[in-house]
């Protein structure tokens, strides 16, 4: 949903108002967006229920020094993100050593283009991934799909992760996920990819078993 500016700025006036039946519209909308990203960051739901709680305080403590020099949305999930970070940084760095030393890597780097190639981080041309099928048989596999999609989301290292979940899930543009994560352009860009890759390789694997 697209917010003009005149309504960007009506709705931090009622904000700052204390206008009780926005603050529940607002929290309503972007809550369930919220959990999401929290959960990529630690450990448990409840621990992503209490991140996303201390936002919303944030958001109230904050809303009257708010300058509007990102979009409200923008600034929300940033102040989210910090928190979650602060919780689960500790935590998520030891799960994701323990899963590179386990698996050695989500994707063979050797399917991906060097760092000097005019496409950094993308498939080569030879070791495209397998299509998904389009018959019915294979829809009917959706399901089972998207158990294994979340599955593998939870395994991937963090920035990988919150970078899949912020595009793919909450449908974020890359300008506003570089924006919430101060990377660049190109980072963000090699961040999805390989998160990408590593989902689809586990999916790609999925389907020749099932097969």
């Known amino acids: 949903m697209t917010t003009t500016a005149s309504d960007e700025g009506g709705l931090v006036a009622a904000l700052r108002a204390r206008d009780e039946s926005v ?4 929290v309503d909308r972007h809550t369930p967006a919220m959990l999401r990203v929290a959960r990529g960051y630690v450990a448990t739901h409840e621990i992503a229920e209490e991140v996303v709680q ?36 500790r935590e998520r760095k030891d799960r994701d050593m323990a ?18 190639d005019e496409w950094p981080g993308h498939w080569k041309a ?8 389009a018959s019915p048989e294979g829809a009917l596999l959706g399901e089972e799909l998207m158990t294994v999609t979340r599955r593998e989301l939870e395994k991937l290292p963090e920035r990988q992760r919150i970078v899949v979940t912020l595009r793919d899930v909450l449908d ?24 990408r890759a590593a989902v689809r390789q586990a999916l790609e694997d999925y389907l020749k078993d099932a097969s």
């Open 54 to 89: 201390e936002a919303w305080i944030a958001l109230l403590k904050g809303i009257d020094t708010f300058e509007g020099r990102s979009s409200l949305r923008t600034w929300l999930f940033t102040v989210l993100i910090n928190i979650a970070k602060t919780r689960g940084l």
């Open 23 to 26: 603050f529940a519209d607002l």
């Open 172 to 195: 974020m543009d890359s300008a506003e996920v570089c924006e919430l994560l101060d990377i660049s352009i190109a980072n963000q860009r090699v961040l999805l990819h390989r998160g």
């Open 99 to 116: 899963i590179a030393a386990h698996t050695g890597g989500t994707v063979d780097p050797a399917r991906f283009r060097d760092s000097d």
């Open 126 to 133: 030879t070791e495209l991934p397998t299509a998904f099928p």
